[in-house]
């Protein structure tokens, strides 16, 4: 898979070009995106004025120390636009590999729909409506739908599934693909994208920092930085006052270092890439968000809509069981289930010749006369004639008692058939009806098989709090009976796509956000109701315009990954917010008894680091809060850990790990790196 | 601790343990509309005041009328004070207050500060007391708990445009709470001796054979409300720890206990009203915490004594005792003045000053954190309301869903207004106390040089942003500098919040409920409580660390180095 390519956190090319990326991320307009950050620059500059007025006044004892903070200020702003910069390089790297599937193709206009002459232009020409011939060998050059013709697509650069797929007008398989390629037959395919506005386009804008949109709760959370912000502006601004009344002379420069250290960089200078990143984890995930603030809601889902078929079960019926009647053996049933099954190539087919063989070791092979007897549409019936005469037929339990009995039907069906039939009808199975001869020998119990491992999702997602309910067209019985097996919550049975709009409105009237996906044009109307609708990638382009999200993999279950990594994304800014407030904590005993030691001697009693000189104090908090977002840039790639449980418990995690830690990791910190420049005798 | 303090320390937490639950459930049916006693009453000032009593307000219109009433409450009390000579009940023959102290007085009361930059007894006619003050005690008082009141339905209600109306929850709040309680009370205070007259002063000869002043009055009521409202004015210049205002253990023990009742039930009341009494709970420990914690540093540090008294013959076995009274001893002290900071109320027994530094270094920071342990009436509630959103939204992102209270997502308009409201804090304390700080006009009225004397402008700032009222006396208020700034402070502490926390309610009124999971944020249980309680201390003392630092920090760490200044 081309767009799942595994890169390392951080590679020697990446780091090279993100270093020089952040050095343009310096222009003004770029920093005022982000308002911590851009204080700091503003602090910066500030300190660097500071500094020159200090070596024109011809230095003092300062000037080392004034020059040393200088420059640690711009590195940590200079940090902050690294951290983003490497965020989108990896986001880059990507798009990249996703763009070039949508590279310059010469496209075949047709004239006019009637008939096929064309004409040769620019891909990047087109324009929504255009029709387009695209014939065996050519490249898709635009997202659309098929409107004649049938053709087999190589879409492997876009999933990476190599075999081809079919794709032909009408129905729900109609929706191609920009940058897939035609390899068989040909299409007539309307252009349905506008020209820089395909689903790929939109996705590289979230993964390229200067285009993207900031989520509801980024938008939230950076008015919180900036209220804090303002806050230490206004508590270092009061304190030049406080000082002066309590007849301490304190250097700006000391006051200004103060501020930037209480003010949140960290997390401001990580915010931007902990999003970019988390729309980078999207895109590994083979799925395209058509914004991000799509993603971010599929943290708050409550309730996600599940298919029942693909998605909890395999979507084939297999056998489950042999159910003998009429003094027939166990093995004897098997046995022509099985010779009625040969040579059915169907799923159900092959699963009933499994099944045999597991249970009974049978292996069984074709006699060479054997006629076998396939399934049409008039009989509901496939089965062999065997050369020794015997006439085996398997089919719907109708079907074969109609065949067994003539018209009569079940009413002169033995007991014993009609109670294993009702039995695994009630079960929640198909019965298989066996017979040989027009005599019933018995019933294969045909089961949905509920994908393994598909219980402990729905419990995960159940201890996450989110309410999972399988959406089905089987009837109540079949339904629950699935339901239970699976472990799913809830079920809609026989279901339409009304009553399915319906049910996501139902819910969403009692507050709660519902994800579901679906792929056909009848769920659009749902897959636009739904707060977050992800569109089968095989699915019809009306499904995927309705959707907010695309799984270029087609896999339904994908919904839950998709949930993960927006809770993930917002657990990261949180986890990194509340470190970031918690280190002003030891800031604070680092940097206040440095500045006011010379007034009240007694506050030494407060260096409770026992940091070296004032002068090493504030140039080791100022140094740590640099170094810190170095430090996380990883943990912001990343993603803070997330493991499926109820919120209580991860709050009681987060909290310790990020609440304690952001209280006691500085302490440490700029103990070490108060020692270290005592050690070279720094300042 | 000795077991007479232990006892009395008990015996008044179990009172409040006692009363809270009660006066919260009650609170929760007088404005659900389920208590009606007083109906007529209730119904004549509704058509006096062409008030239809079904028709709701928008958060807006709510605000509005908040404004407008308080401005009309404090027109009329400007006006009084400015003319009491020609007002009737004045047998002192008190002259009209100066311009500058009139608009203190008058904001103060009206913003449920009781900032008192004059000496009640040598300053004010019986008619400014009873009806400029004494109406605004109730009245200011009975705003706080409409606007808790409104704010508590705005997160209660789902999808709904208005929350209450707030002539009919001020008519309420003053009928059916603070006047039946004011009643109790007075009648309690008359028992213990408290005077209740219109009688003029009375000449005395003492003991001694000095001639000597009592001044008489309506004290017993006026007290009652004080308490009752956390308004805190004192009827007599130095408050309840004036014989007349507060002569004897018993009611002191009564004046504290009404402190805290209805700030303590209104927790409660917010229990009831959400409809999950947990949620009441857990705001109440969070508050208790807080309460307990500062008794327990204040008791110590007032316990330790004065370490630059121990060469003097000065007995400090009952610990610190510069300006407490005997009759009151460091428990009682303490306890009144933990309770009175941290209940915005104001009225003082001892003499804040004279505390040790780390003790009014407690006192300080109840006031600075914003007024919430408890807080005034009402207003500590939806202070500490504007603590849960910013804990519930930091805290929530980590449970990785879009921060939900009660259901109710909190997004960046429930943000902005919730920093909005927590930077008037800063702003009153630090910004006018840095400028209260360098100012010569404002350095004057400073009695004490070095780290005392920041702790005083400080104290003074912090008292009437976060709308308390009590004083460091040593701080000489009554100039048209201070008395203008301090106005100023108060209005910024009171309506900054009452604007930004209304404002939240309306947003949130608005919104959709979900329903609670195991995915969403449990704002119930001890977890929550020290979640709280963290964003409060670090928030609170990120903010004013620095100059603690340099005022009582720096005096403690002087006074234990033998340094004086």
């Known amino acids: ?683 | 601790m000795s077991p007479t303090d232990l006892l009395q320390i008990l015996l008044f937490l179990a009172l409040i343990l006692a009363i809270a639950p009660f006066l919260g459930a009650y609170m929760a049916r007088v404005f659900e509309g389920r208590v009606g006693f007083l109906a007529p009453a209730e119904r004549a000032i509704y058509a006096a005041c062409g008030t239809d009593a079904s028709e709701e307000q928008s958060w807006s219109r709510y605000l509005g009328a908040v404004l407008l009433f308080n401005l009309a409450g404090f027109a009329l009390l400007f006006g009084i004070l400015l003319t009491q000579h020609w007002l009737p009940w004045n047998p002192a023959g008190m002259a009209p207050l100066d311009w500058d102290l009139a608009f203190n007085t008058a904001v103060s009361f009206v913003t449920n500060t009781n900032w008192q930059a004059y000496g009640g007894e040598s300053t004010l006619s019986y008619f400014s007391q009873m009806v400029g003050l004494t109406v605004q005690n109730f009245v200011s008082a009975a705003t706080g708990i409409a606007v808790a009141v409104a704010i508590t339905r705005g997160i209660a209600r789902r999808q709904a445009r208005t929350l209450g109306n707030f002539t009919v929850d001020l008519t309420r709040g003053v009928l059916y709470i603070l006047l039946p309680l004011s009643i109790l009370v007075a009648l309690a205070l008359v028992w213990q001796g408290v005077p209740q007259n219109l009688a003029a002063y009375v000449d005395a000869t003492t003991v001694e054979g000095a001639q000597q002043m009592l001044a008489q009055g309506p004290a017993a009521s006026q007290i009652a409300i004080k308490q009752l409202g956390t308004n805190g004015g004192g009827f007599f210049s130095v408050n309840s720890a004036h014989p007349y205002e507060n002569p004897t253990p018993i009611s002191n023990l009564i004046q504290m206990v009404a402190i805290l009742a209805i700030p303590a039930g209104l927790a409660l009341t917010y229990g009831h009203m959400v409809g999950d009494k947990r949620q009441g709970w857990a705001i109440f420990a969070a508050m208790g915490v807080l309460f307990l914690a500062g008794f327990a540093v204040t008791y110590w540090a007032e316990m330790q004594g004065n370490p630059l008294l121990a060469s003097l013959p000065v007995d400090q076995a009952a610990g610190n005792m510069e300006g407490k009274e005997t009759r009151f001893g460091v428990v009682n002290s303490v306890l009144w003045a933990v309770s009175t900071t941290a209940a915005s109320n104001g009225s003082v027994n001892a003499m804040h000053d004279s505390f040790t530094p780390l003790g009014g270094l407690v006192l300080l920071l109840n006031i600075q954190l914003g007024e919430i342990i408890y807080g005034g009436v009402g207003a500590g509630l939806y202070g500490m309301l504007l603590f849960v959103v910013l804990a519930v939204f930091i805290a929530g992102l980590m449970v990785g869903r879009t921060p939900e209270y009660l259901g109710k997502k909190i997004e960046s308009r429930e943000v902005k207004l919730a920093v909005l409201g927590m930077l008037s804090m800063p702003v009153g304390i630090l910004g006018f106390g840095a400028l209260a700080a360098v100012l010569p006009v404002a350095l004057a009225s400073v009695q004490d040089a070095g780290p005392h004397g920041l702790s005083e402008i400080l104290y003074a700032y912090s008292s009437a942003t976060g709308n308390n009222g009590s004083a460091f006396a040593g701080f000489g208020a009554d100039t048209p500098y201070h008395n203008v700034m301090l106005g100023l402070a108060m209005i910024l502490g009171r309506y900054a919040f009452i604007a930004a926390m209304l404002a939240v309610a309306g947003s949130l009124a608005a919104k959709k409920i979900t329903p609670p999971s195991a995915g969403s944020f449990p704002t119930h249980g001890p977890l929550f409580v020290g979640l709280l309680i963290g964003t409060i201390l670090i928030v609170g003392g990120l903010t004013f660390f620095p100059v603690l630092a340099l005022g009582p920090i720096a005096e403690h760490l002087a006074m234990l180095a033998g340094t004086k200044f």
């Not at chain 1, 004892?61 to 965020?87: D, G, H, I, P, Q």
């Not at chain 1, 729309?279 to 914004?291: C, E, F, Y």
């Not at chain 1, 418990?649 to 108060?674: E, H, S």
């Open chain 1, 1 to 683: 898979m081309i767009a799942n390519k595994e890169a390392p956190l951080l590679d020697a090319r990446l780091v090279r070009a993100a270093a020089i990326a952040a050095l343009t991320k310096f222009d003004p307009r770029t920093l005022a995106r982000n308002p911590v950050m851009f204080v700091t620059a503003v602090v910066a500059v500030l300190s660097t004025l500071l500094l020159a007025a200090d070596i024109a006044g011809g230095g003092s004892e300062n000037t080392v120390l004034f020059a040393l903070l200088s420059f640690w200020l711009w590195l940590t702003v200079l940090f902050a636009n690294f951290a983003e910069a490497v965020a989108e390089g990896r986001g880059k790297a990507r798009a990249d590999t996703l763009r070039a599937t949508q590279r310059e193709t010469t496209a075949k206009r047709l004239r006019d729909a009637g008939n096929r002459a064309y004409q040769e232009v620019s891909s990047h020409s087109l324009a929504q409506g255009d029709l387009l011939l695209v014939e065996a060998g050519d490249i898709v050059p635009a997202d659309g739908e098929v409107v004649e013709g049938i053709a087999s697509v190589d879409e492997s650069a876009i999933t990476g599934e190599s075999a081809p797929v079919i794709r032909e007008s009408g129905g729900d398989r109609s929706a191609v693909t920009g940058g897939t390629r035609v390899v068989s037959d040909w299409i007539v395919v309307r252009v349905t994208q506008k020209p820089g506005e395909s689903f790929l386009d939109r996705m590289i804008g979230l993964v390229e920092g200067a285009q993207r949109q900031k989520t509801p709760n980024e938008i939230a959370l950076t008015i919180l930085l900036v209220g804090m912000s303002l806050i230490f502006l206004i508590v270092v601004g009061s304190l030049e006052f406080f000082a002066h009344y309590s007849g301490a002379l304190i250097p700006v420069m000391f006051l200004v270092a103060l501020l930037v250290t209480l003010i949140p960089t960290t997390i401001g200078g990580l915010l931007s890439a902990i999003g970019i990143a988390g729309m980078d984890r999207l895109v590994k995930a083979n799925v395209i968000a058509k914004s991000g603030r799509a993603v971010e809601a599929a943290g708050d889902v409550d309730v996600l809509l599940l298919d029942k078929t693909g998605t909890i079960t395999f979507g084939n019926r297999m056998a489950d069981g042999f159910l003998p009647v009429a003094g027939t053996s166990e093995r004897t049933l098997a046995e022509m289930a099985m010779l009625a099954s040969l040579a059915d190539e169907t799923a159900e087919g092959r699963s009933i010749v499994d099944l045999a063989r597991r249970k009974f070791g049978l292996d069984l092979t074709a006699e060479t006369d054997a006629k076998f007897v396939p399934f049409t549409a008039q009989t509901r019936m496939s089965g062999v004639d065997l050369p020794d005469g015997r006439r085996i037929r398997k089919g719907a339990a109708d079907s074969v008692l109609a065949d067994a009995y003539d018209d009569a039907g079940t009413t002169r069906a033995p007991r014993d058939l009609v109670t294993a039939v009702e039995q695994v009808a009630r079960s929640g199975g198909t019965p298989l009806v066996v017979s040989v001869d027009r005599k019933p020998i018995g019933v294969v119990h045909l089961k949905d098989v509920v994908k393994p491992g598909i219980r402990e999702r729905f419990a995960e997602l159940r201890a996450m709090g989110i309410r999972t309910v399988m959406v089905t067209g089987d009837n109540p019985l079949t339904a629950a009976a699935i339901a239970a097996e699976s472990g799913v919550d809830d079920f809609l049975a026989e279901a339409t796509p009304e009553k399915k709009l319906e049910l996501i409105r139902k819910e969403q009237a009692d507050g709660r956000l519902v994800a579901m996906c679906g792929d056909g044009s009848n769920d659009a109307p749902a897959l636009a109701q739904a707060d977050i609708g992800v569109a089968m990638n095989d699915g019809t382009p009306a499904a995927k315009e309705a959707a907010n999200l695309i799984d270029l993999d087609s896999d339904p279950t994908k919904l839950i990954e998709v949930v993960m990594v927006g809770k993930q994304m917002l657990i990261s800014r949180g986890a990194l917010t509340t470190f970031s407030i918690a280190n002003d904590v030891a800031k604070y005993f680092a940097i206040i008894p440095a500045l006011f030691i010379g007034v009240y001697p007694g506050l030494q009693a407060l260096n409770v680091m026992n940091l070296g000189s004032p002068s090493s104090a504030i140039l080791s908090a100022v140094i740590f809060n640099a170094l810190i977002i170095v430090a996380l840039i990883p943990l912001a790639l990343r993603g803070v850990k997330y493991a499926p449980s109820s919120a209580a418990a991860l709050l009681r995690r987060n909290l310790a790990v990020y609440g304690l830690g952001g209280l006691v990791v500085p302490f440490v910190g700029i103990k070490a790196i108060d020692l270290l420049i005592n050690a070279v005798g720094l300042v």
